[in-house]
Structures are given as C-alpha cells and as structure tokens.
C-alpha cells in the first residue's frame, strides 16, 4: 500500500477523515464496534485492577519483549502501508518504545500504596483510571501503539485502539501481538483490544461510550479537540513547529550535526523535529557552510517558492503527499534538481506567517534558516516561530553560556527546551532525562491538559487514607479550624547588597578555569563542553564545624563541595539563589537545610 496515504488528509490527524466517502452502514458497523470493544474492556478493567503488582509486572514484561523481538517485521510494516519514513529509523522508534519507556515504567509502583507521608500521617493508594481509548497516527503507529499499550496495562488499565485507516493494518498486528503476550502472561481477555472497522462515526463514539474512564489522543488540532469535546479527561498533544538557534558560543559543528540528524530522524515524521534554524550572524556563516557539508542544500528564492508551493496547502498545512518524503524526494516532486546525497532542504527566511509558507511545521526534512544579530533578538524569532504552531511543544537551543541557556528557559513558550541536543531524540527522552514518552503534553499553551511526556502516572487516579493530626475545635465556633501555630522567628538580616552578590556570582563564573580535570558535571572535557567548573574556595581553610547563623545568600556547586569535606550543612532559605549544579551536588546528601526564613 506503499504510495497511499497521499489519498485524503490522513497524514496530520486521525478525525480529518471527514472527506473520505464513508457510508451509513459502515459508520454503523464502527459504532457497534466502539460498543462492543468498550464493553469488553470494561469487563476486563474489573479483573485487571484486581491484579498484584508482581502479575502487572509480567504481563508489560512480555508484552515489551514481544514488541522487541517483531520490532523490525513492524516497522517494515508500516513504511508498506503507510508509504511514510525510514525503515530503520522505525525500528528505532520501536525499540525505543520496547526497552526504553519498558526500563522507565518498570520499576514504578502503580499498585496498592504507592507512598507515605508519615508527617502528615497521609498514605497514597493507586487506583487504574479505567478503560482507554487511544487514537493511534499514521505518522508512528507501530511505536506509538506499543507505547500506548506498555503504560496503559502498566497501571492497570485496558484499553481499545482506534487505528489510523491508513495505518490500520500495522497498527492491528501490533495490538494481536502484544495483546497475545499478554494474555499469555496473565491478563484478562479484552485487557487489549481494538477497532476493526474504523470511521470517525466509531472513533467520536468510542471516545463518547459510558465505559471510557480516559482518552489517549495523538495527531493534530483535530483530533485533539475531538478528544476534549467527548466529554471524557482526555491527554491530547498540540502540533509541533520545533525551532532551532545556534547561539554564537555553540560548538557549531555539533549543533548543525544534531540539527541534521533530528530533522532526517524517520524523514521528519515526529513532532517534535526540528523545523526552523535561527542562527546568530556571528556564526551564521560557519554554519551554513557546516550544513552544505553534512548534506543540506540551500534553496535560492525560485526554489523556495517551488517547495512551498508544492509542500504547503491553502489552509497552511503539509501535503500529505509530501509528509515523511526524504529531501531528494520534496526536490523532484518540486522539479528541482539537488545532489543525490541531499539530506535536508533548507529555505532562508525573512519572516514568520502566511507570508511565508515554509515557517509552519513540515514534517519532512525541509528547514526555516534565519540569520539574526544576537541571542535577544534570536529569542524573539523562537517566540514568533512557536506562536505560530507550536505553542507549549518544543525547541532547542545550541549553546555554552549557562546565561543565555536560562534565559531561554524563562522566557520561551515551549515546555521542552532541548539543549545541545537534537530536538527529536531530546524531547522524547531518548538523548536527555525527560520521562521517555511518544505523547508529549504542550500545557495550557498549547490546549492541553498537561505539559508532561505522559507516562502510567498519569493513568493512575490516587486514593489517600488521611490520620487524623489535629483535634477538631469543640468551642464556640464548631466549623472553625485550628489555626497552626507560626514558627518563632527571628529578625530578618539586612538583605544582601545586589553589588556585592553580583560580584559573588561573577567569582563563582569566572573560577571555572582554575577546576581540576575530571570534575566535570558531564565527565567530558570540560572546554568541549562548555561548561563552568570551579575550585572549591573552601580548600585549604580550617573547617567550620558549626552551622552558619544566617540563611546563605547565594549557593554555588564550590559552596556544596567545601561545606562536604568541612562536614557541615548550608543553611537557605526561599530567598537563597541556588545554582543548579549546586543543587544536583547536594542531592541525597542532607546537606542544604532548608528553614522558614530567618534563623528560627
């Protein structure tokens, strides 16, 4: 079926199938369908949620090593069907979904009591959500569906597939794989089940039945707002429209190669690839010569009208036609000749918006290339490219200075801010310590729910048992609580001159040199990196056996490290600026005591 999905707009969202000529009776087939699958997951939920977490355990066990051992006959598969992407990079995908979000979710604990609080004398239950529907794309349906499955049984919860049509065979022989390990291994029949005939009649009712706790919802706007308006809690993600800057200070050389090798990533198809390149004009020819050398090719002005006119559609979206098509293939159908090993299409931009059709999300590898004059103005290009389509998703920003690193942090309307890595691999956790996830949640700005990489946790619904910790008031005024008693405190200290704290930063940021080889926070050298390392000032100096008076000010990774060898906590409090290699150090070491303010 190689060729196919060209044939409506199903390469974006799963309910654009409005155009497709389906018919009433088979609308009705795939409403009985949702039906009879709902209920057999609701049967199912009431025996999988009896299940200990030992039987949990084995059941996602099996089921992950299933997907590992047809991982290549999937992705094979898929690419058949679907015409979409590489191959090999779907066996990736695949396999990332089996062994990596497998060795995340299985040590969690989704059974029985999950925590205790014995300081508030509050114990924390886990309780399945219940039955799920996931909406699978055609873009990554293998391991969008292996994913989807692994988390979902991992916190106990059966679940229903609604399938792609264009990707609705792999997507089905995914499902009878996993759903036989599983019941192999102990779950109930029905745990795994899906649509076998498949409209968005079905799907709206699948979504809409009475035996859905929660909906799993991954493609385009259309499908997730479909999914919030069933009247069900749904996770649903936004579209993505990745921009990437090259901050002057960057190792361009690996910048461009991570750019390159997320955008070429399956030919583009996740969302969360890179899809704009904003350079500062310091080194914006270093990188462009940088791209011509890993494969990309420059379009002139003719060539970019050609590509947009062949890649954009009137309402701003890819042509279908053209979604996971590698570089060499968007050329030819564009009637452009480019070098057989063209990896990537890149089209200098002088804007963002209509006017400029090559700024919007592309989903193969073509790339926005800007040139501005600084990391302020560089920021506000990102901001612009987000806003219009994006929002809440992703980015990356290539970059040494720690300064700037942060500044993106604060200011950009993206919940994954990738750094000194590709955008793809980072964002789902793969090249980065997110939770490994194939459903990205983009937050409130992006119309979502959450800003997480969605996980078993956000399946489970949580119980708590609450202890009774203080008597309830039997004066006068019955319904009135206790009012806790305020800790003691003592006089606030001077605050700290902002000249003199400033010039304790730029110590702590200037000292990096004067650090000893191999204490690096990455391990690596440490110029390559890029990173700032410093002597603890502390050595040499008698050690303080006493705990400072007063709350520190301001807590650097030197701090850390003197106030260990002097055997000595550091006292802060919720003004006290601690960097975060200061915090990654003092993790686990009961080391920074933390006090209500003051010296009480």
């Known amino acids: 079926m190689a060729g196919q999905p060209g044939r409506s707009s199903f390469a974006r969202s799963h309910p654009s199938m409005a155009d497709a000529p389906e018919t009433a009776d088979r609308d009705a087939r795939s409403e009985a369908d949702a039906a009879r699958q709902a209920a057999r997951a609701a049967d199912a939920q009431l025996r999988l949620g009896e299940l200990s977490q030992a039987r949990t355990d084995d059941i996602v066990e099996a089921m992950a090593r299933a997907a590992e051992r047809h991982a290549e006959e999937l992705a094979g598969a898929a690419v058949e069907e679907t015409g979409f992407g590489v191959a090999a990079d779907k066996v990736q995908k695949n396999l990332f979904a089996a062994r990596n979000v497998h060795a995340f979710i299985r040590p969690m604990t989704t059974v029985g009591v999950i925590a205790r609080h014995e300081d508030r004398r509050v114990v924390e239950i886990a309780e399945p959500f219940g039955p799920v529907a996931a909406i699978v794309p055609s873009t990554n349906p293998t391991s969008t569906a292996i994913y989807k499955l692994l988390i979902a049984l991992k916190a106990r919860c059966a679940i229903v597939l609604s399938p792609h049509p264009a990707a609705q065979g792999c997507i089905t022989r995914t499902a009878e794989l996993l759903a036989a390990a599983a019941r192999e291994a102990g779950a109930p029949d029905g745990?795994?089940?899906?649509?076998?005939?498949?409209?968005?009649?079905?799907?709206?009712?699948?979504?809409?039945?009475?035996?859905?706790?929660?909906?799993?919802?991954?493609?385009?706007?259309?499908?997730?707002?479909?999914?919030?308006?069933?009247?069900?809690?749904?996770?649903?993600?936004?579209p993505g429209n990745a921009p990437a800057y090259i901050e002057q200070s960057a190792d361009v050389a690996k910048a461009v190669r991570d750019i390159v090798t997320g955008k070429t990533f399956d030919n583009g198809l996740l969302c969360s690839s890179e899809n704009a390149v904003i350079a500062d004009a310091a080194v914006a020819e270093e990188v462009r010569h940088a791209f011509r050398a890993a494969g990309g090719y420059f379009l002139n002005e003719?060539?970019?009208?050609?590509?947009?006119?062949?890649?954009?559609?009137?309402?701003?979206?890819?042509?279908?036609?053209?979604?996971?098509?590698?570089?060499?293939?968007?050329?030819?159908?564009?009637?452009?000749?480019?070098?057989?090993?063209?990896?990537?299409?890149?089209?200098?931009?002088?804007?963002?918006?209509?006017?400029?059709?090559?700024?919007?999300?592309?989903?193969?590898?073509?790339?926005?290339?800007?040139?501005?004059?600084?990391?302020?103005?560089?920021?506000?290009?990102?901001?612009?490219?987000?806003?219009?389509?994006?929002?809440?998703?992703?980015?990356a920003i290539h970059s040494r200075d720690d300064t700037v690193i942060l500044e993106f942090g604060l200011q950009k309307p993206a919940f994954r801010i990738v750094v000194n890595s590709p955008t793809t691999h980072g964002s789902i956790g793969l090249t980065?310590?997110?939770?490994?996830?194939?459903?990205l949640g983009c937050g409130g700005l992006g119309g979502n729910i959450t800003s997480d990489n969605i996980s078993p946790r956000h399946l489970l619904n949580v119980k708590r048992l609450a202890y009774e910790v203080r008597p309830a008031s039997t004066g006068e005024a019955p319904h009135a609580l206790p009012r806790p008693?305020?800790?003691?405190?003592?006089?606030?200290?001077?605050?700290?001159?902002?000249?003199?704290?400033?010039?304790?930063?730029?110590d702590y940021l200037g000292a990096g040199a004067a650090n000893e080889a191999g204490s690096s926070e990455s391990g690596g050298d440490a110029e390559a990196a890029g990173s700032r390392r410093v002597s603890p000032p502390e050595q040499g100096r008698p050690a303080e056996p006493t705990v400072p008076a007063e709350p520190a000010a301001f807590v650097c990774e030197a701090d850390v490290r003197g106030a260990l060898a002097a055997g000595r906590p550091i006292r802060i409090d919720p003004r006290t600026i601690v960097t975060p290699a200061a915090r990654d150090l003092a993790a686990g070491r009961d080391i920074l005591l933390e006090v209500d303010g003051g010296t009480g």
């Not at 980065?432 to 459903?439: M, S, V």
């Not at 700290?496 to 704290?501: K, V």
């Open 432 to 439: 980065t310590g997110l939770d490994p996830a194939l459903t």
């Open 302 to 395: 003719p060539e970019r009208a050609a590509v947009a006119a062949a890649l954009v559609t009137p309402k701003r979206l890819p042509h279908p036609d053209l979604v996971g098509r590698s570089a060499v293939e968007v050329a030819r159908r564009a009637g452009i000749d480019v070098p057989p090993k063209t990896r990537v299409l890149i089209a200098p931009l002088a804007g963002v918006g209509r006017d400029h059709p090559l700024s919007i999300e592309k989903l193969c590898p073509v790339l926005a290339f800007y040139e501005v004059a600084d990391w302020r103005e560089g920021c506000e290009r990102c901001k612009e490219i987000l806003r219009y389509g994006g929002m809440g998703h992703t980015m």
């Open 485 to 506: 008693a305020a800790p003691a405190r003592a006089a606030r200290p001077a605050v700290l001159d902002p000249s003199a704290l400033a010039a304790r930063i730029d």
């Open 191 to 238: 745990a795994i089940s899906w649509l076998t005939t498949v409209t968005v009649a079905g799907t709206q009712a699948l979504m809409r039945r009475r035996e859905i706790a929660v909906i799993l919802a991954t493609g385009g706007l259309g499908l997730v707002r479909a999914a919030y308006s069933a009247g069900k809690p749904a996770y649903g993600v936004g």
